[in-house]
């Protein structure tokens, strides 16, 4: 089997051949003035990435996961009241990390395939006149569902309220592939990872922190000692780390903001709004229906497809694996089974997001959906040629 075919799973994403070679490095002392020099430059460019001056960035070995932790245990205390919000896998993995850490978790059940709820936000929080709420937790782009929330709206709803809780968003499968606006938004810890927009290896979770969330952080009672974001910012104050760091992955990540900043973030974000919507359109061609509810909702990085009624979406996706070779996203939680979805992350261009449509469509067309064979690709195609331009308009400019 080829390992050359693209990925559709919605992370780890495919990995351009740049970056790859940019973590190819030979080992290296790091305490060494060669490294000491090396986090600075990244941590200055994951700022316009997270669209914040004032933040911190904190690099952490680990995943997107372990960025929750660090974003939890640096700024709450035991018992300490948060309010969230669950309308997928990964805003209920989150609330089950903070029901772990002796949180009290005051939830909002959602359906899946909604995002967060603003008004029901707004309401919690107003009801909550002693500011026993510490913090709100937000899912920006729901990885399950192919959901994209407003973050500013609740940061709206927060400020009705004058409520000075802390806000923490998951950008992890958003951040470097939508508009992200830490400052704007008002957020205080942003927790990402290397796998997704930034198309490198898993393993090192990219988070950004208000000078709110550090001040936090000096009274707040969670144990923490790894993720402790002082030991961190610390040590890079005198050019160093705490412990060992992955090397490969912040000479990757160095890249990768290289790539970024060239092709410039609004093209960034401008390319996946199309490519999402040629898949978008080659849905609505094959005659299924988005989990997300709304198109104000609908996720330009990962999109969720139910199967049709008596399909199970876990059989096409092992199907479209074991007999072409090509990875997609099963679904999760309460998506099991009844709906796919089609990552469209990271480095991807029109001709790999076809690839993936045609691959899906004959998947399909093998388990007798009542799917016709290349509508869903001429579709997408003509978006794409609707909305082309030149493939080397951005090298020259
Ligand atoms: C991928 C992802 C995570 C983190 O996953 P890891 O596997 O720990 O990197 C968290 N939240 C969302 C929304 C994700 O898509």
Redesign the pocket.
Known sequence: MSDQNPVFI???TNMPDRLRRAMQVQTMDHRSPAFAAAPAPVREGCKRVFGTEAGEIVLFP???????EAAITNTLSPGDRVLVARY?M??H??IDMCQRHGLDVQILDCAWGSGAPAERFAEALQADRGHEIKAVLV??????TGVKSDIAAVRAAMDGARHPALLMV?????LASMPFEMDAWGVDVA?S????GFMLA?GM?IVAVSTKALAAAETARLPRTFFDFRDMLGAYAKGGFPYTPPLQLIFGLDESLKMLFEEGLEQVYARHARLAEGVRRAVDAWGLKLVAEAPELYSDT?SAIYVPEGKDSNALVNHAFATYGMSFGVGLGEMNGRAFRIGHLGSLTDAMVLSGLATIEMAMADLDYPVRLGSGVIAAQAHFRATARPAMADKAA
Do not use: I, L, M
């Not at 680990?62 to 929750?68: F, H, K, L, R």
């Not at 990872?193 to 997704?196: A, I, L």
């Open positions: 919605p992370g780890p680990a995943s997107g996961t372990g960025g929750w997928g990964f805003s993995r989150w899912t920006h782009n729901e990885t399950a998951d950008c992890v499968s958003s927790v990872g290397s796998q997704k898993t979770a990962v």
